[in-house]
């Protein structure tokens, strides 16, 4: 379902963020991004909802070349995508629930069914009683939740989550981590970059890691190797 | 367009409004002040417009017969003057009606005048009155061939002050509105354009979101129409009911200077200022975004 | 305070300049326009006023003299009369000078005044200017009760109207002044206001980091001052060249209109146009930030 | 040094952060603050910046109740703390130098130490060489390691680190945690709250434990215990 071919991702500042990067994945699979800070796990993400494009290679998602992409057809391409941010991206002048609510705007839900997923979703994460706040209210974790709450709210067929657990405890951690692989059964392809690696440790899935913007390693059922 | 969508952008206009109050006061001033301004240069430029109107038609040419003409032959020259597209008014002023007129003006020292009545040395005259003082000139110089005329007079140097400055008047006006009218949409613009900076970040989001470039001008236009048509609102109230007791309180202290208080021209007016509120509050809006919509 | 804070405080204040680059232009470009409104306006209203003025003073007294009126007598009323205070003027005309005058005003009409001159039913006359237009009609009164006066008139209805004309015009000038004022200060503090919003959570984040209400602000105020100090700069070199070319042109198209152009009256404008871009400018970011210094 | 008595914080919606916290740490002590998200610990740092002022209680540092302290005493207050923020409230306008810099511009330090102390510090976090990068094309890591830096660089007396490992691998925490260990051997007080449960369990120092803004635990030599 994902293709990159000899992607290289060179900023304007000159700095290069991936290299020669080559993978594909399977639609279903659950796939872990890691390697040190700064390798180039958020560009990699960043490619896939096109908010950058490649220096060089091609970048094919769904059978489509994200580079020929026409930018009428962007909007479409990440409405298929629930993106969790590493830095959240919640927006401030809206409350929890309708930050949530505004990725099923976006694609033109009823208000009926905003009003029974939004509650539901907001659950799942565990925020059932934060809907009316703004996120400048609530804690790191919680704003982070809600991040993956919105992109959990219109099923999409493609998870990106970027370090999701990163402000959370350990508890929460696997509560979201059991939440993510349900939706990966039904079949939904999740690519998490992260730096928990207990958790990478214990699942055992595939894992890809980075560094210095290469891909060096490529295992199915994985480790992060925890004491490194 | 889906019905949650529209009431999507209805619901995110106003809260976007109500939420970014102090953005939306900023703004609704911003407009209103630069519409005050512009709507009431207009108005002064349409008062010294119309006041130099009035002036330049009281401007006449007085056309000084020969003493020999008959009668009859004024009639039929004076036919032939009110035949002529630029000519608005004859009027026939007698030898005795001048002299009496002569009179007048010399008031209480009119008894230099006495004695004049048996030999009375005023010619008969014409006097016409023209749609426009530019052509005073050429016309008296036109009519200067008939034969029964004698002499020509229009105050010659006074016409010519009059008309230039008229015609700098008006050119002065329009420029003036030309470039409160640029400084107006510039100010407008300006502001809305920092509104919508302080909320970049957030076009940012929602294109990340998969919002289309419509789904997020949307509410920001009715925003923008909404707080463009608040502020010449206000405005045109303003300028309404400011002219209104301007034009009450020159009635009661400058009798003689007549301003212009025709609904015909008000209202036009108002929907002007109204309409380029609201088209201001749109265009600006669209323009401010086009720069985050690149996302 | 220590020199390299000082140094920070420069260093920070050129660097928010270019790094905010559009929000500077944005700025620069509000505080030149409000101020170039102002400008304008200023000189439109110093030149009605100077324009009512010159027609002030060109109104004058005649006093009539009664027919047997000495020379020594008229000597005497002109030297006591020249001692009032209201009066700038005195002159005396004769009967002979005033048929003189007469005849050039019926230009080539004269000869219905020929005969006149064996016996000139004219007086003689003193004409009289006074400082100010409002002494007219009092001091007129005044006159009539001396002995060897035989009529007062100073073109009564005449005055009065120009009176009232220009005192008008000098009470609707400050007003506009005034409301022009308070227009451009609103505009441009809602400019740094704007500006300062979009980079509130900067201020925050200063503070958090030990920084004192002093420190955050003195960039700041060094930023808008600048910013005020150039976009009335931008204001002053556009008032004053517009103003040059005007004044050029009038000069050419209406020589009989006398445009104030003297450097004690354009160099204090000048003066006080700069003065308050940089008050403007100051008070504008210490308003606006004070909102955001209360963490 | 740090003394909290009967603590309770309230915000302005209602929502009860800390309840009758009652603590005290001394001079050179290393704590960790644990406890689920939301539990109140990023509050607990804000009531020692004040940033935030406690509804009831009364919070004690070295020796100056900050409740009744006049706004011209925060400043300097604030200079004497070196606070990581767990959302890094970095000035974007800044490079990452002129971030840094800033804590020392603040105190009035001349040209010549800030060219000395701030590469210094910089390589302590692993960035010698993003200098001159603005914040915003740094990736969440580094922006990570930018924020701590510049609590590092005036040698402040109390550090509050809230989260600094949330979004670095495994190997960059633990160099963190060796420069926050070296730095509290010199005498500074470090109070850390922190999710990272294998760091806390490695390390037995005091533990502080929030849960829905109580304290519900305070162990000298204590342990997250990881799966929990
Ligand atoms: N917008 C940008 N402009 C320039 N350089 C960038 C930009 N974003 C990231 N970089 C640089 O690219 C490299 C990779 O960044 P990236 O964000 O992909 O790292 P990462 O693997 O997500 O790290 P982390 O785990 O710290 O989030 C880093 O060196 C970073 O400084
Ligand atoms: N500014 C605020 N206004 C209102 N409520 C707030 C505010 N900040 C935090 N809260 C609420 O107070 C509680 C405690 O928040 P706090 O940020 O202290 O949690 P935390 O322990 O730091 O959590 P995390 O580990 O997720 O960062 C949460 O329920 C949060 O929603
Ligand atoms: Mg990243
Ligand atoms: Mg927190």
Redesign the interface.
């Known amino acids: 379902m994902i293709q990159l071919y000899n992607v290289t991702k060179t900023y304007d500042n000159g700095v290069k963020a991936l290299s020669d990067v080559t993978l594909r994945i399977h639609k279903g699979e659950f796939v872990f991004l890691v390697g040190p800070s700064g390798a180039g796990k958020s560009t990699l993400t960043k490619l896939l909802s096109r908010e950058e494009l490649p220096s060089r290679g091609q970048v094919i998602l769904d059978g489509k070349s994200l580079i020929r992409m026409r930018p009428g057809e962007v909007p479409y391409l990440r409405r298929k995508i629930g993106m969790v941010f590493q830095d959240f991206r919640l927006l401030p002048q809206k409350t929890v629930f309708e930050n949530v609510a505004f990725a099923l705007e976006v694609i033109g839900a009823s208000k009926k069914d905003i009003h029974k997923s939004v509650p539901k979703v907001l659950s799942m994460v565990g925020l059932p009683d934060k809907a009316g706040v703004f996120p400048n209210h609530l804690s790191g974790g919680e704003q982070q939740r809600v991040s993956i709450a919105r992109a959990l709210v219109n099923n999409p067929f493609l998870i990106i989550a970027d370090e999701p657990t990163g402000n959370l405890d350990p508890e929460t951690s696997w509560d979201l981590m059991k939440l993510l692989l349900d939706i990966n059964l039904r079949g939904t392809t999740v690519i998490m970059a992260t730096h928990a690696c207990d958790i990478v440790d214990a699942l055992k899935k595939r894992v890809l890691e980075l560094t210095g913007g290469k891909l060096v390693r490529d295992e199915k059922e994985g480790a992060y190797r925890c004491e490194a | 367009m889906?019905l949650?969508?529209i009431?999507?952008y209805f619901r995110e206009a106003f809260?976007?409004v109500l939420?970014?109050s102090?953005?939306s006061v900023?703004s609704i001033?911003?407009v209103a002040?630069?519409l005050?301004?512009l709507g009431s240069s207009l108005l002064l430029v349409l008062n010294a417009n119309s006041i130099a109107a009035n002036l330049e038609s009281s401007v006449e040419i007085s056309l000084f017969l020969k003493e020999e003409t008959s009668s009859d032959e004024i009639e039929a020259l004076e036919k032939e003057i009110k035949a002529m597209p630029e000519v608005t008014e004859v009027k026939f002023v007698s030898k005795a009606q001048a002299l009496e007129e002569m009179k007048k003006n010399f008031g209480?020292?009119q008894?230099?005048l006495t004695g004049?009545e048996e030999k009375n040395?005023?010619p008969d005259a014409l006097r016409i009155k023209t749609s426009v003082v530019d052509q005073v000139a050429p016309l008296a110089y036109q009519l200067e061939s008939f034969d029964a005329v004698d002499?020509v007079r229009y105050g010659q140097g006074v016409v010519e002050?009059l008309l230039?400055?008229s015609?700098?008047v008006r050119t002065a006006g329009l420029v003036t509105m030309v470039l409160?009218g640029i400084?107006a949409v510039?100010?407008i613009a300006?502001?809305i354009?920092?509104?919508v900076?302080?909320?970049r970040k957030?076009v940012g989001?929602?294109?990340?979101?998969?919002?289309?470039?419509w789904?997020v001008r949307f509410p920001f236009l009715l925003e923008g129409m909404f707080l463009g048509l608040t502020g010449s609102l206000l405005a045109v109230v303003a300028v309404y009911y400011g002219y209104l007791s301007l034009i009450g309180s020159?009635e009661l202290?400058?009798p003689?200077?007549q301003l212009i208080s025709d609904r015909s021209l008000l209202v036009p007016l108002v929907e002007s200022l109204l309409g380029l509120g609201l088209v201001i509050g749109v265009a600006g809006s669209m323009i401010s975004l086009r720069k985050f919509l690149n996302?």
């Not at chain 2, 989001?205 to 470039?213: E, F, Q, S, W």
């Open positions: 889906r949650s969508t009431n999507y809260q976007s939420r970014n102090w953005l900023a001033g911003v002040v630069s005050l301004i209480d020292k008894d230099i004049l040395p005023l002499q002050k230039a400055l015609k700098w409160l400084a510039f100010l300006t502001t354009r920092l509104s900076f302080a909320r957030e989001i929602m294109k990340m979101l998969g919002a289309t470039n789904f020159i202290s400058l003689f200077i996302t």
